[in-house]
């Protein structure tokens, strides 16, 4: 059997960044300088991942040999390695590592399946460290997890040896498998096939699977078509469902479960079906007892909205409920029968294991709100409720995260707001149900002279007149029962201590309360004033901001004043002697409101919010107030009020428009799309369809032109969704550059149309020098066509589509911007496509003569073209200064290599010499840049290109530099040999230029 050569697996990107934060949050937890994860290729070994934490003297690529390091300990006796203080240690005194100031050590060996050495996991401090406390376990679990990883690599570069022992295996296991061609007839079956339906190979060859292998449902009894043509048609592996009967030659019925999987040969097309079977008989009658017994148990507690679990004495799971299992985000197969503490594995030294101890052993119940940290990365709060049962404790826990967030969130509309309530004269707040104050603007200080401070987190009632508690109190009231437009009536406490009257406009959303009160202090008393002196009357009347119409006792305009003509548009000689109503009428049909004028008529006051419409047929909003005129209990007449609040509603639509949409797109956002979720899972609303979308290499368009960039990004694709859609669709910005889109009563084939319609999107980003970008998106959906599905399964589904497609796409996506940045660089700069030749010819010739190895080489040639790829974000002013440069752009040059980093490693084809690009600008005595590395720590291939992009500047000189000869090219070199570059690599350069006369 062929053994894979573990040495040659490379570690995929993705896993890469995850180990990266392991190792980080190894060193955050337990506060120390330094956690790695080593790879060993005797007789060396490498730093493999580093934590990006203070003090930490390793950096990811450094190499060493093994003889006399802590790992050489661990790797060769394959054991744990612990060392309190190496430097009080007779053994370990003369470690290398202490010269590094790390005395300490604690690290477990890491292994490949096959047993064979990864390397290894460790921690090291610059002070001396028993590791007494939870460090040993929380390295074991970071072995375990990485080791769980190599398993998952070496399983996948397994998969092609095993496909290739497929014959071997098809005879050997137990199960029964059948091949066919590509026209679904038999080629090949097993002993264990022959035996279960009842055909032997030589009778059943070439003729059709469906006239050999015979199948029904075992609730209706029909058949089932073969799952062959399925395969063939659909080229995907289908399995069928357990309750399938398998009808042998003999008529004989057994129970079975079975796959169907393509066979496909290197270009992908069909060559036949495997079909693979398992007679399940008798687990099949055990398991349709076991749902019987278990049926009324699991609908009581799956119908429970609480979570429910039940652990035994040894703390394992005995059942979970639906709920539960939604709570924390995994299957129950993920955790009954397994221990709580192998569940969540940090348990054990929580707060909420000793309350569950507590319970469990002194059989006591037991209540506690705690904060749970899940797999995913969120974390929860629940309402933990422990109760003593025969077999253990049975816990309730009920999801109580939202109301945890409330208050948060609260603080979070202070920035959507803040632009909305710094320009508005009116008293503007928003409250909590309760009527505590979490927002007011400056008007507060300016009418009533108390500041934000002062304001914002009191209640109301510190500053209302005791005697007008109890009214605001009933409009409250009101406003939470009917979400509806509420004005109210009452005098606000100033910072003097006297009061003035304010009229509240308010409304609410069901969780807070919108409140915009304007101070009518002058306007009360001005109308007392009225009351008791008619002689103000006409100055008030003709200069009130207010619209006003005066009306005698038959509800008939008597006079209007200026604000009114100005609103309206009506002159008083149009409409002096008729009837308000017929006036407001004019403009639209029956939009005054005759009950309004019935009490008017009556004597009684009356006050509503309404919309009325100028003579153009422009609508305003008002508040409309009738005050009635009595002397001596006659009614004479009464006075029309309209308080334009137009503007005011525009406001309030600016703040719903601000808290529901996200502000660089425009699109929903994300509280807003969870809000729609529940609204729309109905089952009159099916088919459902939810489509994510993700924006490929938006991080490697920051990092490279800037977030600015990345932002027209981000709205160009929002702006081609919206257009993509229908209105009513509901498109939102899900995180970063995650859009989702949820579809109502859509079809799967509408959803595969508007899925290919994203993916032939055509459009691209101008990013300057008449360059573009393309937009490129990758797309997963999913569809919710039953009530029995669950919503939020298509959040995954969708996602895990959208991930493989992003896998298919994103690599190709970053080689285009790679390309154009290439392009770009040398366009603005010295760094032609020539010199990248000239350095791929040279750099491969010294590698030759230093006997690389073939792979080195490639990489050599990789490097020779990217080294200077970080240069295309500087400016072209600075690259092509023909003086001296300032410290300022030296600074700025002196990034290239930093920004190179980050773009190879953004890609998993350049990512291989990452380390290379960063370090080619590194000198042998330390004096280079960026990171000083010295001698040997530099990466040989850097050290390489060095001396032949040196070479080459010399010699075809630079805008800033006259070209030299080779002859004084090849001195310089000798000169700064040992200084700056490599001293044994310079003599073989100048030896092979000087030797094949180049």
């Not at 009778?203 to 609730?219: H, Q, R, V, Y």
């Not at 080489?857 to 023909?882: C, M, P, Q």
């Amino acid at each position: 059997m062929n053994q894979l050569k573990t040495n040659e697996i490379l570690i995929p990107s993705d896993i890469k960044k995850k180990w990266q934060d392991l190792v980080n949050i190894i060193a955050e937890l337990l506060d120390i300088p330094a956690a790695l994860i080593m790879r060993a290729d005797p007789p060396y070994i490498e730093v493999f991942k580093s934590s990006d934490s203070d003090g930490n003297p390793y950096q990811i690529g450094d190499r060493e040999k093994l003889t006399g390091l802590y790992c050489e300990t661990v790797i060769k006796k394959n054991q744990m390695l612990l060392i309190p203080n190496a430097s009080k240690d007779e053994k370990w005194k003369d470690n290398p590592d202490i010269e590094l100031g790390m005395i300490s050590y604690l690290g477990f060996p890491l292994k490949w399946p096959d047993d064979k050495i990864f390397g290894t996991v460790c921690i090291l401090d610059s002070k001396e460290n028993g590791y007494k406390g939870q460090e040993e376990k929380l390295l074991t679990s970071m072995k375990d997890i990485i080791e769980s990883y190599l398993k998952i690599i070496f399983q996948n570069k397994e998969l092609k040896n095993k496909e290739k022992r497929l014959n071997i295996t098809l005879y050997s296991i137990g199960d029964g498998v059948i091949t066919t061609d590509n026209d679904a007839k038999i080629t090949k079956m097993n002993n264990t096939a022959e035996e279960l339906t009842g055909w032997k190979i030589k009778e059943a060859k070439g003729k059709k699977l469906k006239d050999i292998f015979k199948i029904k449902n075992t609730k209706n009894d029909k058949l089932i078509k073969d799952p062959v043509q399925k395969v063939l048609k659909e080229g995907e592996t289908i399995g069928l469902a357990n309750d399938t009967t398998l009808v042998s030659k003999d008529g004989t019925e057994k129970q079975i479960v079975d796959s169907a999987a393509p066979i496909k040969n290197d270009r992908g097309e069909i060559l036949g079906v495997i079909l693979v079977f398992s007679d399940i008989t008798e687990k099949y009658r055990a398991r349709q007892k076991l749902k019987e017994s278990e049926k009324r148990f699991r609908n009581l507690f799956n119908t429970m909205l609480e979570g429910c679990q039940i652990i035994n004495f040894d703390w394992e799971y005995l059942y979970v409920n639906n709920a539960f299992c939604k709570q924390i985000n995994l299957e129950k197969t993920d955790i009954v029968g397994k221990k709580i503490y192998n569940v969540f594995p940090e348990i054990k030294d929580t707060e909420i294991f000793e309350l569950l101890k507590e319970s469990m052993n002194e059989r006591v119940i037991k209540e506690k709100n705690y904060k749970i940290d899940l797999f995913d990365g969120s974390k929860k709060w629940f309402h933990i409720i422990s109760r003593p049962v025969d077999e253990g404790i049975f816990i309730l826990s009920t999801d109580i995260t939202e109301s945890i967030k409330y208050k948060k969130e609260l603080i979070k509309a202070k920035d959507r707001l803040e632009n909305f309530f710094s320009i508005s004269t009116d008293l503007l707040f928003i409250s909590d149900l309760e009527g505590n104050i979490i927002k007011a603007n400056k008007a507060w200080q300016s009418v009533l002279g108390f500041s934000k401070e002062e304001i914002i987190g009191h209640h109301y009632k510190e500053f209302i007149h005791p005697d007008d508690i109890k009214k605001t109190r009933k409009s409250i009231k009101k406003l939470e029962k009917n979400h509806k437009n509420v004005v109210n009536l009452n005098r606000y406490k100033t910072k003097e201590g006297s009061y003035r009257h304010f009229e509240w406009y308010s409304n609410s959303d069901g969780k807070y309360l919108y409140g915009a009160g304007r101070d009518i202090t002058d306007k009360i008393e001005t109308q007392n004033k009225i009351k008791r002196e008619n002689k103000w009357l006409n100055s008030l009347y003709n200069n009130s901001s207010d619209p006003i119409a005066i009306l005698d006792d038959k509800h008939q305009v008597v006079d209007i004043n200026q604000a009114f003509e100005k609103l309206f548009k009506f002159s008083i000689e149009e409409i002096k002697g008729r009837d308000l109503d017929q006036v407001m009428n004019m403009s639209k049909k029956d939009s005054a409101d005759k009950s309004l004028t019935n009490k008017l008529l009556k004597g009684e006051y009356v006050e509503i919010e309404d919309t009325r419409y100028d003579r153009d047929g422009n609508p305003i909003e008002c508040i409309i107030k009738g005050i009635p005129v009595n002397i001596d209990g006659e009614f004479l007449g009464g006075y029309a009020i309209y308080n334009d609040i137009t503007e005011r509603k525009n406001r309030e639509e600016q703040i719903k428009q601000l808290s529901f949409h996200d502000s660089l797109t425009g699109l929903y956002n994300r509280a807003y799309f969870e809000e729609e979720i529940k609204r729309l899972d109905v089952k009159r609303q099916l088919p459902i369809v939810l489509i994510m979308a993700d924006l490929n290499g938006l991080k490697l368009i920051n990092d490279t032109y800037g977030h600015n960039v990345g932002d027209i990004f981000l709205q160009k694709t929002a702006e081609v969704l919206k257009n993509t859609f229908r209105k009513e669709d509901i498109i939102a910005r899900w995180g970063g550059d995650q859009i989702v889109i949820l579809l109502n009563n859509t079809s799967k084939e509408k959803a595969l149309k508007l899925y290919q319609r994203i993916k032939n999107i055509d459009q691209r980003v101008s990013i300057g020098d008449e360059k573009e970008i393309p937009i490129s998106i990758a797309v997963g959906y999913s569809i919710k066509d039953s009530s029995k599905i669950e919503i939020q399964n298509l959040f995954k589904i969708s996602e895990d589509m959208m991930y493989k497609d992003k896998l298919l796409e994103s690599e190709s996506t970053k080689s285009q911007i790679v390309e154009i940045l290439l392009q770009t660089l040398q366009e603005k700069s010295h760094e032609t496509k020539e010199h990248a030749e000239r350095l791929e010819i040279l750099a491969k010739k010294l590698g030759d003569r230093t006997k690389l190895d073939i792979s080195e080489k490639n990489r050599l040639s990789l490097l020779a073209r990217l080294h200077d790829i970080g240069k295309t974000v500087i400016s072209e002013e600075i690259l092509n200064k023909a003086g001296k440069l300032n410290k300022a752009e030296w600074e700025k040059i002196k990034t290239h290599p930093s920004i190179g980093y980050r773009i190879c490693s953004e890609i998993e084809d350049f990512s291989h010499i990452a380390q290379e690009v960063l370090s080619h600008h590194e000198h042998w005595n330390g004096q280079g840049y960026p990171r000083k590395l010295k001698g040997n720590k530099i990466p040989l291939l850097s050290r390489i290109i060095s001396i032949v992009d040196a070479y080459d500047v010399m010699t075809t000189g630079r805008i800033y530099k006259k070209a030299i000869s080779k002859a004084e090219a090849l001195k310089e070199i000798k000169r700064k040999s040992g200084s700056q570059f490599d001293p044994v690599f310079s003599e073989h350069f100048i030896k092979m230029m000087k030797e094949n006369k180049i």
